[in-house]
Nanobody, 115 residues
């Protein structure tokens, strides 16, 4: 069982920045792909960014060039640096990892971008 706890969400003006953090309860995540997803009001949950244990990354087209995912395996932590935020980035952001075919999710952190 792995627990994920997100933090760092908040209210920000368009063009601003936020840095999200996700801390895992187990260092086993250092060998797993970790990612960030988001779900806007009335919308489906969508992939934002993922990073494999080897450091390969993949981003949604809508955030490329603005968001950066990083991880610190020693601290079982993954970050999402979000720059040049837009109102359409408003959503609940969730941390995710998959271990032994099980999906683990955090409780989510709200990001609200004001126009």
């Amino acid at each position: 069982q792995v627990q994920l706890v997100e933090s760092g969400g908040g209210l920000v003006q368009a063009g601003g920045s936020l840095r999200l953090a996700c801390v895992a309860s187990s260092s086993i995540v250092s060998r797993a792909t970790m990612g960030w997803f988001r779900q806007g009001l009335g919308k489906k949950r969508e992939l934002v960014a993922v990073m494999t244990s080897a450091g390969s990354t993949n981003y949604a087209d809508s955030v490329k060039g603005r968001f950066t995912i990083s991880r610190d395996n020693a601290k079982a932590t993954v970050h999402l640096q979000m720059n040049s935020l837009k109102p359409e980035d408003t959503a609940v952001y969730y941390c995710n990892t998959q271990i032994s075919r099980n999906d683990y999710w955090g409780q989510g952190t709200q990001v609200t971008v004001l126009s």
